[in-house]
């Protein structure tokens, strides 16, 4: 099984953060609500590589606000090494990248278990201190 590294990205803004809605068509976890988050590149920092994907994915402006523990998962694709990051946004309009996502919407952590979301999310969320 090979192993991934990557960052996870929890956007803020204000009281609410912003989840994503994968494509139907994508690879893992088609059609459930995720945060930001990739790969990191030959070269890059993990700080680098999520304000990069908060640029891609969502056309915000963000600024990392921290850093969370780093975790492991395996699942079917692979085994996954987390680097997961608080971020925060200056605005709340959103241009979601349609290779990568269908949807968005600003929620209270809170309301996280009224989404079907991918398995690390919620982690995420506890890691991060934000429910």
């Known amino acids: 099984m090979q192993t991934r590294v990557f960052t996870a990205g ?3 803004y204000e009281d609410k953060i912003l989840i994503l809605k994968r494509r139907d068509i994508a690879e ?39 850093k969370g523990k780093v975790f492991e998962f395996k ?20 241009k979601v990248n349609p290779r990568e ?8 952590p809170s309301e996280i278990d009224n989404y079907d979301c991918v398995p690390d999310l919620k982690k995420d969320l506890k890691i ?4």
């Open 10 to 12: 929890i956007i803020r």
């Open 28 to 66: 893992p976890s088609p059609g459930k609500w995720d945060s930001i988050g990739g790969s990191i590149k030959e070269e890059e920092t993990a700080e680098e590589c999520i304000l990069r994907e908060g640029k891609e994915e969502t056309g915000l402006d963000i600024k990392i606000i921290k």
């Open 75 to 94: 699942n079917e694709h692979g085994n996954w090494v987390v680097i997961p990051f608080l971020c925060e946004a200056n605005s709340t309009k959103v």
């Open 101 to 108: 996502h269908m949807e968005y919407k600003w929620i209270h």
């Open 128 to 131: 991060l201190g934000l429910i």
